[in-house]
């Protein structure tokens, strides 16, 4: 597998647009969505620590976890501004403003966890969109993380996509899991991550687009009859930089976060790797829990429905092209 170096294209290109400052000291602000104890959170606090080392302590970075800088489009908009400096953002988000990131969402992209990781840190495809950041957003893109791929929870059971059809899904919001849903019939419901468990709970939701990791972690299997496993999306994060704050950052800090930060989302595809050997196993000796694998047929024509949309938005040939040759 040849592994493609972090930032190397996209921090080449972000150093075009903003020439390397002074290497004066600097307190800064990541912010993330996630809650401590989830592994986006720890591998951030461990950039952290790396920085201040590798810097001798001038730089610092303090991590806001747990949408406390606000919601990612909040930290996106601070970012642009250099209110905040850094930040493990999903792709949903990234895609809402670029949509070529939608490709990344391709249905049925991969099999597995450890394919998707796999993917992320080899395509050329990934890391030319990291490439578009600096123009379209103002952030300087390092590399990819993810969260887990998405699988379906379902407190209703389900057995074939037609039981799906009308029911109501919780969904990170962005517009290529909008159409996928919109496609198979199901009520796409918008919800962040700290109000699933109560919807799920309360009968707001029917079911839940989720990765294998929070279903075991946060529960959400408690309330389920089915869970999907459908592989049917990657979820991928990126680790990003505020193009002001990269602006000031001399070539040597550049390089320190480039590869620091690097090193630490290479720590989340890792461990997202592991997930499907520790939590699919738990998952499937849960008592009175129907685990229901499919693949890409279980949804019929859906997935070229969804590509007829896409295709010419996004680099979704390419990508495809580059997942089948793993
Ligand atoms: C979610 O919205 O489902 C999610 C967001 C960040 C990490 C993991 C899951």
Same mark, same amino acid.
């Given at each position: 597998?040849?592994?493609?170096?972090?930032?190397?294209?996209?921090?080449?290109?972000?150093?075009?647009?903003?020439?390397?400052?002074?290497?004066?000291?600097?307190?800064?602000?990541?912010?993330?969505?996630?809650?401590?104890?989830?592994?986006?959170?720890?591998?951030?606090?461990?950039?952290?620590?790396?920085?201040?080392?590798?810097?001798?302590?001038?730089?610092? +970075?303090?991590?806001?976890?747990?949408?406390?800088?606000?919601?990612?489009?909040?930290?996106?908009?601070?970012?642009?501004?250099?209110?905040?400096?850094?930040?493990?953002?999903?792709?949903?988000?990234?895609?809402?403003?670029?949509?070529?990131?939608?490709?990344?969402?391709?249905?049925?992209?991969?099999?597995?966890?450890?394919?998707?990781?796999?993917?992320?840190?080899?395509?050329?495809?990934?890391?030319?969109?990291?490439?578009?950041?600096?123009?379209?957003?103002?952030?300087?893109?390092?590399?990819?993380?993810?969260?887990?791929?998405?699988?379906?929870?379902?407190?209703?059971?389900?057995?074939?996509?037609?039981?799906?059809?009308?029911?109501?899904?919780?969904?990170?919001?962005?517009?290529?899991?909008?159409?996928?849903?919109?496609?198979?019939?199901?009520?796409?419901?918008?919800?962040?991550?700290?109000?699933?468990?109560?919807?799920?709970?309360?009968?707001?939701?029917?079911?839940?687009?989720?990765?294998?990791?929070?279903?075991?972690?946060?529960?959400?299997?408690?309330?389920?009859?089915? +869970?999907?496993?459908?592989?049917?999306?990657?979820?991928?994060?990126?680790?990003?930089?505020?193009?002001?704050?990269?602006?000031?950052?001399?070539?040597?800090?550049?390089?320190?976060?480039?590869?620091?930060?690097?090193?630490?989302?290479?720590?989340?595809?890792?461990?997202?790797?592991?997930?499907?050997?520790?939590?699919?196993?738990?998952?499937?000796?849960?008592?009175?829990?129907?685990?229901?694998? +499919?693949?890409?047929?279980?949804?019929?024509?859906?997935?070229?429905?969804?590509?007829?949309?896409?295709?010419?938005?996004?680099?979704?040939?390419?990508?495809?092209?580059?997942?089948?040759?793993?």
């Amino acid at each position: 597998m040849k592994r493609l170096l972090h930032a190397t294209v996209a921090t080449a290109a972000a150093i075009g647009l903003f020439a390397a400052g002074s290497a004066g000291a600097k307190e800064m602000k990541m912010g993330l969505i996630t809650p401590p104890p989830h592994i986006w959170t720890k591998e951030a606090q461990a950039f952290a620590e790396d920085l201040k080392a590798a810097t001798g302590g001038r730089h610092t +970075v303090v991590v806001y976890p747990s949408r406390q800088l606000g919601n990612e489009a909040e930290v996106l908009q601070q970012m642009q501004s250099g209110a905040v400096d850094l930040a493990f953002m999903t792709v949903a988000e990234i895609s809402n403003r670029v949509p070529e990131f939608s490709a990344l969402f391709t249905p049925f992209l991969v099999d597995d966890n450890a394919e998707a990781a796999k993917l992320l840190k080899t395509s050329k495809t990934a890391r030319g969109l990291l490439e578009m950041l600096p123009a379209k957003v103002g952030v300087v893109g390092i590399g990819y993380g993810m969260a887990g791929v998405r699988q379906i929870v379902s407190a209703t059971p389900i057995a074939s996509a037609a039981d799906l059809k009308g029911r109501k899904i919780r969904v990170t919001p962005f517009a290529a899991t909008r159409d996928f849903n919109t496609i198979l019939g199901t009520a796409p419901t918008p919800m962040p991550l700290p109000d699933v468990y109560d919807a799920l709970a309360n009968g707001q939701v029917d079911a839940i687009e989720m990765d294998l990791e929070l279903t075991i972690k946060l529960k959400y299997w408690e309330l389920a009859k089915t +869970v999907l496993i459908s592989n049917q999306m990657m979820f991928p994060m990126v680790g990003i930089v505020s193009g002001r704050t990269w602006r000031d950052l001399s070539a040597e800090d550049r390089a320190a976060i480039t590869e620091l930060m690097g090193k630490r989302l290479d720590n989340v595809l890792d461990q997202t790797e592991e997930v499907e050997r520790t939590f699919l196993p738990m998952l499937k000796e849960k008592e009175g829990l129907q685990v229901l694998e +499919v693949d890409q047929s279980f949804y019929g024509d859906s997935v070229t429905e969804w590509e007829k949309i896409w295709t010419p938005k996004a680099p979704v040939e390419a990508i495809r092209a580059e997942a089948a040759a793993l």
